[in-house]
């Protein structure tokens, strides 16, 4: 459906060039959700705003529904931008206007009679759990309000493709939650396909099929969401991932814990589980292997296909002269140790 062919974009300033893009190809089959995430800089948006021409690429090409939109002519671009809606972090709203009358807007311009827009946009304002607000104006609404007319706008053309530039990012965790299930909820519902930029893995692993990163501008790694997650094959996607699994310390461990250990503390333990882990019982093999007790503090686990992956906080006790061999076990495992301190 989004077909994204060796593009490259540079901007030019009066004395250097920065490229923003560079051979950048990647493939959104129909009816899936596909996240493009990476770090401040990296070339998100541009990326993003290329898929509708916003930005043109220097070079490449962008066919979306079996159209290279980069050799149309101006009134055919407008017209295949009508499949092509989008939402921003910012929503974008016309203030002046009622929660209708920004629904209303695109249908409007497109002269279609009142009676049907009324009727779309009450259809609309119901798809995005709006109705009551349709007479508020976009000051009195919630940033998640805001985002949802801006979701009900962009469909009122019954686009194929939605472009999600950040959408989540200037809302609260809860409200994000509600975001991301309507967006699930109306990739299923009208088959459109999804594609999105963010900076957080937890988004792309609570509604995206594949994922890519990138990194100054270039595709360093994609897949399908598990495998990334399974079998992260670049630091950046490793660091994308452990910052979507949090565990943290509990207080009463927090004030107990010393830097170092005077020979009758034990130690705390953050253990990194990937794809590369041995998908077997390590923390109970351990303990049998070596005379140690392995208490869970805090976990986050989380699996993808068959293999789990995740953080585990573990105090270990026991056999205080088997403490290094466990440690050895562990990264023996692929799994990467850190010694947070004593308690
Ligand atoms: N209009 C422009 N003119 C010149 N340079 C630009 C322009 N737009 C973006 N850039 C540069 O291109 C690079 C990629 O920017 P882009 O906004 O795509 O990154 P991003 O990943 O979306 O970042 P952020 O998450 O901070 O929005 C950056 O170095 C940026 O400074």
Do not use: W
């Not at 759990?129 to 801006?150: C, F, H, I, M, T």
């Amino acid at each position: 459906m989004i077909e994204l062919k060796n593009i490259t974009k540079i901007f030019r300033q009066k004395d250097r060039e920065i490229i923003a893009l560079s051979d950048v190809s990647l493939k959104v089959e129909p009816g899936k959700i596909y996240g493009v995430i990476g770090t401040s800089g990296a070339g998100k948006s541009t990326l993003i705003r290329c898929v509708n021409l916003l930005e043109k690429p220097t070079s490449g090409d962008v066919i979306v529904d079996g159209k290279n939109l980069t050799v149309l002519s101006g009134s055919q671009l407008a017209r295949e931008r009508r499949q092509i809606g989008m939402i921003f972090q910012h929503f974008n709203l016309l203030s002046s206007r009622t929660v209708s009358e920004n629904v209303a807007f695109a249908l409007e311009l497109d002269h279609v009679p009142k009676v049907k827009i009324k009727a779309r946009v009450s259809e609309l304002l119901k798809l995005v759990g709006l109705e009551e607000k349709a007479n508020d104006y976009p000051a009195n609404l919630s940033g998640g309000q805001k985002q949802r007319v801006a979701i009900a706008r962009t469909l009122a053309n019954n686009p194929k493709v939605l472009l999600c530039d950040e959408a989540t990012s200037a809302l609260d965790p809860g409200t994000t939650r509600a975001i991301l299930n309507l967006l699930k909820d109306i990739n299923q519902r009208l088959n459109i396909t999804i594609l999105l930029i963010t900076h957080e893995m937890a988004v792309v692993k609570s509604i995206c099929d594949f994922v890519a990163v990138i990194s100054e501008g270039k595709l360093i790694e994609q897949g399908t969401v598990s495998d990334i997650f399974v079998n992260p094959k670049t630091e950046l996607a490793k660091e994308f991932i452990n910052t979507s699994l949090h565990v943290e310390i509990p207080d009463f461990y927090m004030r107990r814990l010393k830097s170092a250990d005077p020979g009758n503390l034990s130690p705390l333990l953050k253990l990194h589980l990937t794809g590369a882990t041995a998908n077997g019982p390590v923390l109970s093999q351990a303990a049998r292997l070596f005379d140690v007790d392995t208490k869970i503090i805090s976990a986050q686990m989380d699996h993808a296909g068959e293999k789990n992956f995740g953080v585990i906080l573990t105090e270990l006790s026991g056999n205080r002269g088997n403490y290094p061999n466990v440690i050895e076990f562990f990264i023996n495992n692929q799994i990467k140790v850190e010694i947070l301190g004593y308690v």
